[in-house]
């Protein structure tokens, strides 16, 4: 058995059984192995930033790691942005990068690099395996750092000949941490700061599920606390039947009022409140500096059990909570707007729904009009680093085949990794992107002005706009095997939306803002 | 003035006067910087990817750096895959990336990474700016370094304070050093190997403008010795009225036999010949074990001086070296084949043409068929990374206004990074993108076996196959602005590159393989 089957039998023992892969040469033995190990489910991606993006909203919806398969340093840069925002999302992901033979490093030739240098920032472990012997073990090792509580990027550099020596070894795969019991004495602090005054619960992450969302809900109803989400989490379980909590909308900095006005701010697997970027004359820590600022769940702690254990010490009942009722509104008609068409997302928002959300400035109206809508989940850019909408809606819709996912995408960042739409086709996966076609950077149009830098003029705006030439979604949508259509109705909105429901496969709507 | 200001007067100061860019907030005050600085034309690129290798493009036919405008650590990561193409064509390059302001850095915000270790791997130098006052000094030396005759990557960090705060300081660029002389006794020790026995001067980078090559066809013609040139070389200078030199073509490891025939190998800035990649039971190091390898000039050092030397002391005259001559084929007729086209191809490229290279597998044949026709400039990816045709194709018609470029681009190296295409139709840029749509990692195939991996199952097939769906590059041209058009004959082919050359602006041609 060579390196590579061990590791493919090492990935299939671990339960990775999903592989987002863009392969060149030194990675031929593993696409190989393949063929000859059953087990492995390999998704073709055209650019690695789709297949980065692609494992993350793999990993969201399936709660375990895939991996990823990049070429050499440059094609594991092309997936740097992504896995950047993968680790912010603290999602579990293997990469496998192959490298060139051991003994080829020498020459330096053309494509070598320094493959473990460019995977270091974005990962939290970073091995290169040594031999054919040892890939097997050096994957088992890797999966269970991705699959830590803390969900974490582990990528193996794989040098082509310790992929096609013989040697290789399966390795059985430790299992991970289970999550971190929290300390009874951080919980009955949090518990005396509730009851002392004006408090915040802030979640984040693992704390967005369903049951710790009616927990926390269940606390602040009884202590009167404020619980809040921030608009940029990996996964938030919402709709009818179902806790709501409010989320603090984008730009966060606008909310900095009310963060302030708390006394204990209580941290459930979130961090501190802060601004995205530093604004010239403005607090970055959004927080009062007298605050007080209680950490009751860190990443990788067992959040339920401590949101548990902090409703028993104030005496908080789940079954008290009033559950998000059922409410649809009403289709909107006529002119096209932001706020008409969050109503009609509201209305046609089927059940079990995926919704992968990149719409930046387009989408702050969208996530309160869907509130009442059936049961769905909610994703969305963590790390700030657009491109992530496409590759995430693909990923999602290879893990859960038999939802709809719905992919709310700003047109700027899609451009980014626009290759997704081909991997959608290919493998006939059931997303329906909705583009909002401003044709602009529009965030960068606010940004512009919150920096400081007073009105673009003619030069710096052409830096802004992307209306010369207009990116017609529809035709590029085509080129990559999809079907699209156009709007500049509601009720061609509308109508589009239910097209593309209706359709298993991909779809996209280019909606003309 | 604050740093943002002193950095555009920096740039236009020190011969830097284009800008390959895609900003995002932290950039914001060099944008508006741009409108208060004449002097910089900023071109806007919807993915990093394209602005790195569009200013690698540039470089190469302006022979002076241009600048990146890169965002943050994922905009830079998104870069890195054509600044290892640039770095491995020895391309000056000055990347300004964007960071946090420097006190925001410590609330670790979500775009926050470590951009240093992200730009370290492909860059010769690093520098986060300081303060306003340093930015000046900063951005000079980053230009010194990047115009080193070695051609050298300098990426600049500028955190945003930096760039908003006032004290910004013009700085003086001091010029870069000169190309250093080659001594004479290690010319002398060229000259007494050349009159020992069986040789090859192997030509790259500098040593493949006219001059150089002409110098050494003649010492080739005097001495007997063999010239050639390697096929990944940054720009090589062809066509009538000019010398010829025999390229090694690609996969280099075909021509080990030749390599191993030669008993002195001598280096005119190139590096030895090694295998592209490594291969099960094949030698990486292509030269004879015993051979002996001398280094007539590196990487900075004076080419030309050195060639005028040697030639001098071998007693060769330039002016009795043959010059090819002006010979156009036939178009041929009837079905596409690789050698029909490129046949084609010599009889309708025009007078100073640019051929940005990416043809991988395709492109072989078209090298010998162009050999005659008008001189022309051919530019080839150096670092095996692929992706870089079309943005190399847009930064060389950003130098070039008045030739036109010939992009000569596989399919699935084009679809990397096909967001270039949108920035030729903004600029109206004279570009004429030839695509082979083979449908498949055709080279892919081929390493396939090379590596010993066998013939390829059904799973390992469908990873090198681009078949489903058909990529319909004629609608992705569509979709961001450029005309397009589709071909299955070779009148077809003879007719739509007449139309593609007529066009003064983008045009795309789709070849049906």
């Not at 789709?50 to 991996?67: F, I, L, S």
């Not at 472990?125 to 990027?153: H, L, M």
């Not at 789940?318 to 409410?327: I, K, N, T």
Request: neutral net charge; glycine residues 10%.
């Amino acid at each position: 058995m060579n390196g590579a089957e061990s590791l493919v039998k090492t990935l299939v023992a671990g339960g990775v059984d999903t592989c987002f892969a863009n392969p060149g040469t030194s990675e031929m033995h593993f696409v190989a192995a393949l063929d000859k190990v059953p087990g492995v489910r390999c998704v073709l991606c055209l650019f690695e930033g789709v297949a980065t993006g692609a494992a993350d909203g793999y990993a969201r919806m399936a709660d375990k790691p895939a991996a990823t398969l990049l070429h050499l340093g440059p094609g594991l840069g092309n997936g740097l942005a992504n896995l950047h925002n993968a680790r912010r999302a603290h999602t579990p992901i293997v990469n496998i990068v192959g490298d060139h033979a051991t003994y080829h490093l020498q020459y330096d030739s053309p494509l070598t690099s320094d493959v473990e240098g460019i995977a270091r920032p974005m990962s939290a472990w970073v091995r290169t395996s040594r031999d054919a012997r040892s890939v097997g073990a050096d994957a088992a090792e890797a999966i269970t750092v991705a699959n830590s509580p803390k969900g974490q990027i582990a990528t193996l550099i794989l040098p082509a000949n310790t992929a096609w020596s013989n040697g290789g070894v399966v390795s059985k795969v430790a299992p991970a941490d289970a999550p971190k019991p929290v300390p009874e004495e951080v919980v009955r602090e949090v518990a005396q700061a509730l009851a002392s005054g004006s408090a915040m619960l802030l979640l984040g992450n693992r704390a967005l599920r369903s049951k710790p969302m009616a927990l926390a809900a269940a606390i602040g109803a009884k202590t009167g606390c404020l619980v809040r989400v921030i608009s940029r989490n990996p996964r938030i379980q919402r709709g009818a039947g179902r806790v709501a909590l409010e989320r603090i909308a984008n730009p966060i900095e606008k909310s900095a009022e009310l963060f302030r006005s708390v006394q204990t701010m209580i941290l459930v697997d979130e961090d501190e409140p802060v601004a995205f970027f530093a604004h010239p004359g403005k607090v970055g820590k959004l927080t009062a500096p007298d605050s007080n600022i209680l950490t009751l769940a860190m990443r990788g702690d067992d959040v339920v059990a401590a949101l548990e254990s902090l409703a028993d010490l104030v005496g908080a009942r789940v079954d008290e909570v009033p559950l998000e009722q059922f409410a649809r509104p009403d289709i909107p008609t006529g002119e096209l707007t932001l706020e008409k068409i969050g109503q009609a997302l509201g209305a046609l928002l089927p059940e079990h729904a995926i919704v992968c959300d990149e719409s930046i400035t387009s989408g702050r109206t969208f996530f309160p009009s869907t509130r009442g809508a059936p049961q769905h989940d909610w994703l969305q850019l963590t790390g700030g680093s657009i491109g992530i909408g496409m590759p995430m809606a693909t990923g999602a819709a290879v893990a859960c085949p038999d939802r709809k996912v719905i992919n709310l995408q700003a047109d700027g960042s899609g451009m980014y990794t626009l290759q997704a739409l081909w991997t959608q086709a290919r493998e006939q996966l059931n997303v329906l992107t909705v583009i909002w076609a401003n044709r602009s950077y529009k965030i960068l149009h606010n940004e512009f002005a919150n920096v400081g830098a007073g009105k673009p003029g003619e030069r710096a705006s052409s830096m802004l706009d992307l209306d010369n030439p207009s990116i017609d979604w529809v035709s590029l949508a085509k080129g990559m095997g999809v079907e699209g259509r156009r709007v500049e109705t509601m009720e061609q909105f509308a109508a589009a939306m239910k097209a593309g429901l209706a359709v298993k496969g991909p779809f996209l709507i280019e909606v003309t803002l």
